[in-house]
T-cell receptor, first 111, second 114 residues
């Protein structure tokens, strides 16, 4: 079983719509969760982190964590063409030093 | 805004050669990391470093790899004898503390082994 799974294929959303991304993780003891955005050929850029069950909002982004079901999600409201990127889910593992990443979900916002 | 910097941006080397990738972490950060991303694949952890020693490493980080903090600002990754499969983007990251602190990534070094 993979540590972090992001299974959805490329997601196309019209400009102004909501993009919804999901991620599941295998270790029930995981405590810290991160969403990174990665433009093609660039490095991961941190956009959200969440440690507690429930929702956390930051601007147009909302992260949702459900530890009982072992999933994390990211909502992007009012999607803009500049949001077109790959979104990486990451879970802090090991001795709390190692980020385990999922493969990422590509989002394409159509003007 | 402080950021992690990396040099060079692109390194081309021949198989069997040694390479050193350099990073300058954010100045008040204490934990440093190297990750790599082979083209089209996920980001993979290599090593974490704190207080001048390795705190955790992955199975990828074998005897061919080493890290060092030679002075108060630089953090380096050395690959002693490069292989074709070492071709990847190498990202340095840093965080203010270990555990649940955000890791900030540098722009990366693209390593091409021919």
């Amino acid at each position: 079983q993979k540590e972090v799974e992001q299974n959805s294929g490329p997601l196309s959303v019209p400009e102004g719509a909501i993009a919804s991304l999901n991620c599941t993780y295998s270790d029930r003891g995981s405590q810290s969760f991160f969403w990174y955005r990665q433009y093609s050929g660039k490095s991961p850029e941190l956009i959200m982190f969440i440690y507690s069950n429930g929702d956390k909002e930051d601007g147009r982004f909302t992260a949702q964590l459900n530890k009982a079901s072992q999933y994390v999600s990211l909502l992007i409201r009012d999607s803009q063409p500049s949001d077109s990127a790959t979104y990486l889910c990451a879970v802090l593992r090991g001795g709390n030093n190692r980020l385990a990443f999922g493969k990422g979900n590509q989002v394409v916002v159509i003007p | 805004e402080p950021e992690v910097t990396q040099t060079p941006s692109h390194q081309v080397t021949q198989m069997g050669q040694e390479v050193i990738l350099r990073c300058v972490p954010i100045s008040n950060h204490l934990y440093f990391y190297w990750y790599r991303q082979i083209l089209g694949q996920k980001v993979e952890f290599l090593v974490s470093f704190y207080n001048n020693e390795i705190s955790e490493k992955s199975e990828i980080f074998d005897d061919q790899f080493s890290v060092e903090r030679p002075d108060g600002s630089n953090f380096t990754l050395k690959i002693r004898s490069t292989k074709l499969e070492d071709s990847a983007m190498y990202f340095c990251a840093s965080s203010v503390g270990g555990g649940p602190y955000e890791q900030y990534f540098g722009p990366g070094t693209r390593l091409t082994v021919t």
